[in-house]
Each structure stands twice: as structure tokens, then as C-alpha cells.
């Protein structure tokens, strides 16, 4: 079955890197994405990364994904306060089928 | 911004009584989903669209129901709403190429409250 497992909480201080971290089921998954979600908002799409790939880099965004292991992380560089939100991982399997969310990951940024 | 609008974006509402949602979209994409956001539960999805009147049921279809008339517009209802069906529903949009990507855009998303 269709599983997206994340941590619910990660607390950095601003200035440094967060690492947030995903796993998932489906080896037959073909796309991974990371979406953002502030306070009363809507889900923002960050970056996805085909399941043939094991980094992508986005500015300060850093995709990391061991196929492997079934493993994908968000790396987020130089975190500021605006980056604090809660961050969801999702797969896709099939095509233009919904996709399966993992239930977030809360990031906090300590001054 | 992908161009999304949902409406009502707040409702609240009595148990027995039905409810529809809509979700309009300007980008005239093919694909459109029904998403509910519960604490614990991240996002499910509950119907989608992949052309006008085609639509198939997801993970949590149970209780609701859908219709697209029309590729900007895709209508959730709940026929007679109960309070396991209080949440936030975001509708989302995508265009797959080829390549399959299924980016998915969301809307703003509404807040039902059933009493």
C-alpha cells in the first residue's frame, strides 16, 4: 500500500540548515514532491524530483532521494523566520492519479 | 500565482443538510482533485477530474460526490453532511506533459464546519 511517513516537528536556529526528512512505500512511485503550507494558506509547490534522480537544487533548496532506501529530505539552507511553516512530502504513482501526502512536518526557527 | 478560486471560503453549516463546494479555475487545465486537510491526517484526496465529466473516486470518497460540467469548474457536494466531514477542503489543478510530472496547484482552500 501507499504509505508517506515524516516527522511532526523540527526546531533550527535561523541562520542554519534544516533537514527535513520523508519516507515512503511505493517503490514504484515516479515522482516526489515537497510542498509548503503557512498558517491559513493553501499548499505551495517548493520543488519534485523524478524518482530517476538522487539530488536536485533549487537556490537554497536541496533535494536529496535514496531510491534505495526509499528516503527523500528537503534540505533547506540559511533558514530564515519566513521559512517556518509546515512542510508536507507527497508521491505520485500513476500518471495524473491524486497524490499521497505524508501528514507534515512543522518546521520552527528559533532567533 | 496558479489561478485558483474556491468558494465559499468559510462555511458552517447543520448536520443533514447539504453542501456544495466549488472550485473555479482560469488556467484551463485538464486535471482537477478534491483534497480534505485533517489534523493527524495530512491531505487525502477525496474525488478527481481528468476531463469534463470524467471523474473518479480517491482514498476518502465516501459521503461526497462530484461534477465537472465544465473544465474551469469542479463542484464537490456532500449530500447530507455530517460532523466526521468538518475540515478544510483545497481543490488543486494540473496540466500533466508528457513527462508526467503531475505538479499539482492549490487553492485556498475552505473551511467547513458541520454542527
Known amino acids: 500500500g501507499e504509505d508517506v511517513e515524516q516527522s511532526l516537528f523540527l526546531s533550527v536556529r535561523e541562520g542554519d540548515s534544516s533537514v527535513i526528512n520523508c519516507t515512503y512505500t511505493?517503490?514504484?512511485?515516479?515522482?516526489l514532491y515537497w510542498y509548503k503550507q503557512e498558517p491559513g494558506a493553501g499548499l505551495q509547490l517548493l520543488t519534485y524530483i523524478f524518482s530517476n534522480m538522487d539530488m536536485k537544487q533549487d537556490q537554497r533548496l536541496t533535494v536529496l532521494l535514496n531510491k534505495k532506501d526509499k528516503h527523500l529530505s528537503l534540505r533547506i539552507a540559511d533558514t530564515q523566520t519566513g521559512d517556518s511553516a509546515i512542510y508536507f512530502c507527497a508521491e505520485s504513482i500513476r500518471g495524473a492519479d491524486g497524490l499521497t501526502f505524508g501528514k507534515g512536518t512543522h518546521l520552527i526557527i528559533q532567533p | 500565482d496558479a489561478g485558483i478560486t474556491q468558494s465559499p471560503r468559510h462555511k458552517v453549516t447543520e448536520t443533514g443538510t447539504p453542501v456544495t463546494l466549488r472550485c473555479h479555475q482560469t488556467e484551463n487545465h485538464r486535471y482537477m482533485y478534491w483534497y480534505r486537510q485533517d489534523p493527524g491526517h495530512g491531505l487525502r484526496l477525496i474525488h478527481y477530474?481528468?476531463?469534463?465529466?470524467?471523474?473518479d473516486k480517491g482514498e476518502v470518497s465516501d459521503g461526497y460526490s462530484v461534477s465537472r460540467s465544465k473544465t474551469e469548474d469542479f463542484l464537490l457536494t456532500l449530500e447530507s453532511a455530517t460532523s466526521s466531514q468538518t475540515s478544510v477542503y483545497f481543490c488543486?489543478?494540473?496540466?500533466?506533459?508528457?513527462?508526467?510530472?503531475?505538479?499539482?496547484?492549490f487553492g485556498p482552500g475552505t473551511r467547513l464546519t458541520v454542527l
Open positions: 511505493d517503490s514504484s512511485s515516479t515522482y
Open positions: 488543486a489543478i494540473s496540466e500533466t506533459g508528457l513527462a508526467g510530472t503531475n505538479e499539482q496547484f
Open positions: 477530474s481528468y476531463g469534463v465529466k470524467d471523474t
